[in-house]
């Protein structure tokens, strides 16, 4: 036979899913996934059973950890010392266990993350409670397996005369499973059993009177009341844990935050560390130092702070960018009848419940048999006593031992366990005294014998001696909840004003799209003129913003989009260079254009909004609070058509009129609040009827009829005509026409298309933007005042093939 024909074709999947389906069991059952009864995982298990065999109890002295992992590793566990000594160190440490299971001696970590000393240096022994878990344990209370090698024998579950689960809680992940069950106080746990033996019909609610949700061995404040009540009903949950902090005043009018309680599993070094490069980077301004006082008097992180800073915005701060509040996350997973499974409370209660009435029951059979075997021992040697003459004379008659067991037993009616019982008699026990005492033990055991049969008859009774063996343990053990627990998760909420350090700057942005921001002083120190800011060469400034860093700038682009940019995110630049791309800023696509950019303090103030003006004469009013978002990337501002654009965005107050302006010249004038407000993504309403070839080039406010309205040709033809003579219409019209174009062979042409349009109450000037790069600013007093429906004049001198491709209003 050829070495081939020995192999069997088989599947890969079919392979791997074999192997790595015994591989999870393994991992669930046996290593990472404690048991409901008594909340151990194996090697947990294994390291108590092995300290308690072996003599390592709470009444000798240490001993060395080395010699417990040993015999673990030796006896029990097959696997690394080093996983062994990590379970022994999580069961010593008191910042991770409600009730340590280890009593540990030595350097075992710290709540810095330390490690541990080795463990040839650490020395331990079992804590007292953790004795209550292995009590009874040699009562046959618990089943025991073959070790792996066949050598000795484990316990498959420790009695656990506590619920070690909930108490202690456990985290573990294996394959398919996690757990996370967090620890609670003992008096609470026990309080719920007793209160579920007794009224065995107790709902959710019943029970979380009692327990009120976890305790954490680090204390802190639990937030979130109903993720602790979906977790105890469905084994899932999501509570939030906050660190407990004080602020406190100092001398010179200072303040310092005190942080007495971090939460659960979090790592003090590294919880410092971060609020101590919140200060180094500067990420918000006040910090002045951030200090580790924890000592022998327990927990202190101090964060002191500069004078006038705000205390409980830097606080807030802290909790939403540290790990000074954490969201925990219960997954209540356990090992039921060797099957993991998610369990609620009740679920939990009942688990142990059931086991301690196994418990009991088997720890009282064994002890039944006991007292059963002793009484009947004790009536031999009680009746051999009352015809003691007899006894003594058929023994004495007896060849040797056996002849004279088998006598009394023949001639006297005792059983042979009776008789040999007689013959191991010391003579002091013939005393008068001890005959009695004889008696008195003979009628005792009777009373015990009676007690054991009660409660292996009743289950009332059985019930009863649970309880009272836990009252006993919660009143011994028992200490103070030491995490406080609110029913509401405080939302946090942040100052810029904490983040920012408040300054008035100038924000700058070029058409081509170079934005900066400034600060006054470098303005002033380069000369304080707007026209020597950085620009590169045909570039001009389109916006120029005096705002505060707290304020926000809503940039709006042709294709109804929107951006919210905080100032303080602007990049800063000297005043003569030339900025940075906005794309690096903001996610602007490239075959989109700014069309406006509106500086905003306050997105709640009441009655303002925006108003949308579209090349096509759509127009659009929205509430301002609807564009307050904490998103970078662009959002929908206004819905525009395919072949439509933004041509303009307005603050609006709500008591103004609207002008609007066409490229031909036409213009209508309607009161703003004919336009009803709509969502954010509304497309908006007719504001002007346009001809096919006509699009609307300007919108500008009126409050009144005091002003005048200016416009402005491509060829630089310009004039003022008065507001008065624009009439107010109703919205959606034709509108009437506002500049008269000059048409024919021997007439000087005034232009053909209007480029700009604006308001006039008190003079400002206007730069306009030639095709070939030029630049012409000038007041608009210089435009002349003329009809509605005249010509205008050249206030802007081009030359031939030449034309406005631009007109500005720069404050």
């Known amino acids: 036979m050829s070495i081939l024909e020995n192999f069997l074709p088989a599947f890969l999947e079919e392979v791997v899913g074999d192997r790595f389906g015994r591989y999870s069991k393994y991992i669930i059952q046996d290593r990472a996934i404690p048991d409901v009864r008594d909340g151990l995982k194996p090697v947990q298990r294994r390291i108590l059973y092995a300290m308690y ?23 029990y566990h097959p696997h690394g010392d080093a996983s062994i000594y990590e379970g022994m160190v999580r069961m010593a440490q008191p910042w991770k266990m409600s009730h340590v299971l280890v009593d540990g001696h030595g350097n075992w970590g710290s709540m810095d993350d330390d490690p541990p000393a080795a463990m040839r240096y650490t020395e331990a022994r079992l804590s007292e409670i953790a004795m209550e878990l292995l009590r009874d344990i040699e009562k046959r209370t618990v089943q025991f397996k073959d070790n792996f090698d066949n050598t000795t024998k484990e316990p498959v579950v420790l009695p656990s005369r506590f619920p070690n689960l909930l108490v202690n809680g456990v985290s573990g992940i294996s394959s398919g499973f996690a757990t996370e069950i967090p620890p609670h106080s003992l008096r609470e746990v026990v309080n719920a059993c007793i209160a579920l033996i007794d009224k065995p019909d107790s709902t959710l609610e019943d029970l979380m009177g009692v327990i009120k949700g976890p305790d954490f061995p680090t204390g802190g404040i639990i937030m979130g009341s109903e993720g602790i009540r979906d977790a105890y009903r469905s084994g899932r949950g999501r509570i939030y844990v906050r660190a407990r902090t004080a602020i406190e005043d100092l001398r010179g009018g200072r303040q310092q935050i005190v942080i007495t309680e971090i939460p659960y599993q979090v790592v003090k070094s590294r919880l410092v560390t971060a609020m101590e490069n919140i200060r180094l980077e500067k990420k918000i301004e006040g910090i002045a130092e951030v200090r580790d006082e924890s000592g022998r008097e327990g927990l202190r992180i ?10 409980q915005g830097i606080l807030a701060y802290l909790l939403k960018k540290t790990d000074l509040q954490v969201a925990y996350n219960f997954n209540m997973v356990a090992i039921v009848n060797k099957t993991p499974k998610q369990l609620g409370l009740r679920d939990m209660l009942e688990a142990y419940i059931d086991h301690q009435k196994e418990v009991v029951t088997h720890r009282s059979r064994f002890e039944l048999e006991k007292a059963e075997d002793r009484a009947h021992v004790l009536e031999g040697l009680v009746k051999a006593l009352n015809i ?12 040797n031992r056996q002849d004279a067991q088998n006598n009394l037993v023949a001639k006297f009616g005792f059983t042979e366990r009776q008789a040999d019982a007689i013959l191991t008699l010391q003579l002091y026990r013939l005393t008068n005294l001890e005959i009695h005492s004889l008696e008195k033990e003979w009628k005792d055991v009777q009373k015990t014998i009676a007690y054991l049969k009660g409660i292996l008859g009743s289950e009332k ?13 919660r009143d011994k053990y028992g200490i103070d909840r030491r995490s406080d627990i609110q029913d509401e998760v405080e939302e946090l909420k942040v100052n810029l004003e904490v983040m920012v350090t408040a300054e008035d700057v100038f924000v700058t942005l070029s058409s081509e799209g ?14 304080g003129e707007i026209d020597k800011t950085g620009l590169k060469e045909g570039d001009y400034l389109r916006y120029l913003l005096d705002v505060n860093t707290l304020e926000s700038l809503l940039i709006f682009t042709q294709k109804g989009q929107y951006f919210l940019l905080p100032v303080h995110q602007i990049p800063e630049y000297k005043w003569k260079e030339n900025g940075t791309a906005i794309v690096n800023v903001i996610p602007i696509s490239k075959d989109d254009r700014i069309i406006h950019v509106l500086p905003v303090k306050d997105f709640e103030e009441p009655g303002k909004s925006l108003v949308f003006v579209t090349r096509k004469g759509q127009v659009k009013r929205t509430e301002l609070k609807e564009y307050f978002t904490n998103r970078s990337t662009g959002i929908v501002a206004c819905k525009v058509g395919d072949q439509d654009a933004v041509t303009d965005v307005l603050l609006s107050t709500g008591s103004k009129e609207l002008l609007l302006v066409t490229k031909q010249g036409m213009a209508i004038r309607f009161k703003e609040d004919e336009v009803n407000p709509m969502g954010r993504a509304a497309a908006g309403v007719r504001g002007i009827q346009l001809k096919d070839d006509d699009e609307v080039v300007a919108a500008d406010w009126i409050d009144g009829d005091e002003g005048e309205v200016v416009v402005m040709t491509e060829l630089g033809y310009a004039k003022r005509s008065l507001v008065a003579d624009y009439p107010v219409q109703g919205r959606g019209g034709k509108g009437i ?5 000059k ?21 400002f000037d206007l730069t306009a933007i030639l095709s070939t790069g030029g630049r012409v600013t000038l007041s608009t007093e210089r435009t002349p005042i003329d009809d509605r429906k005249s010509t205008g004049k050249c206030v802007v001198p081009v030359n031939k093939n030449e034309t406005v491709t631009d007109i500005l209003k720069i404050t």
Do not use: H
Not at 515 to 522: E, H, V
Not at 743 to 763: H, I, M, Q, Y
């Open 53 to 75: 065999d072996s003599g390592n109890t709470p009444d000798k002295p240490y001993r060395k950890s080395a010699k417990t992992v040993g015999d673990v590793m030796g006896n």
């Open 461 to 473: 009774k059985l019930l009863a001696v649970i309880k009272d063996e836990m009252s006993q343990i």
């Open 302 to 311: 101090v964060v002191e702070l500069k004078k006038d800073a705000d205390a």
């Open 737 to 741: 026409i506002t500049f008269e174009f």
């Open 743 to 763: 048409e024919g062979k021997r007439v000087k042409p005034n232009g053909s298309e209007l480029k700009g349009a604006f308001v006039v109450k008190e003079p």
């Open 388 to 399: 003691l003459d007899e006894v003594i004379a058929a023994i004495k008659a007896s060849k």
């Open 514 to 527: 170079y934005i900066k921001r400034t600060g006054k002083l470098s303005f002033i120190r380069s000369g």
